[in-house]
């Protein structure tokens, strides 16, 4: 074998190496993709199912509205309605920083960005989550009680302070 044959092997394999290793690099990022996005796809999945049954529960407390008297009652249901706001709108951040992940069409520096942001966004919406269901505990009592029970709480104090109690011995619970 002379010296051109051997450069011209070399050169041949070269390539065959480096095309493999793109390969290699592209089924590794299309793997970790896969693997992130089905990590990923719970708490999406719970994040929709959720931002349905606030939608549904907003839609039955304004289809009801004339169910609620009082000024008391009436801030209550704004509050309550923008506890419903405010728990889609991190929802909706959550979930759209979750999907604009995409480790195999981006560099790492942006995929390490968009995880930080999503990291952020999920700390976000639990740590705001956790805040604003003790606020809707105290809100969503009288709003619930008028429309299931023709009751207003706010007219019975006792009876309040006790479902309120009762409700915060449950909100660990639920959590």
Known sequence: MELEEMKSAWATMSEELDKQKKLNRKLINEMTQKKSKGHLGNPIKYERG?????????????????????????????GVLSIFVYSLYLSQSFVSKALKIDIVNNPVKQVH????????AYKQMKRGGIIAGVF??????PVVS???????????????????????FLFPIII
């Not at 509205?65 to 801030?75: K, M, R, T, V």
């Not at 809707?136 to 009592?141: N, R, V």
């Not at 429309?147 to 009762?166: G, R, W």
């Open 50 to 78: 959720g931002k349905i049954i606030v939608v549904a529960m907003a839609l039955t407390i304004l289809i009801n509205l004339d169910l609620i008297y009082g000024w008391i009652n009436i801030i209550c249901t704004a």
């Open 113 to 120: 960005q968009d995880f930080n942001s999503c990291y952020l």
């Open 136 to 141: 809707l505990l105290i809100f969503f009592l």
């Open 146 to 168: 008028l429309i299931l029970n023709k009751k207003d709480l706010t007219q019975d104090l006792q009876e309040f302070t006790e479902s309120l109690i009762a409700a915060l």
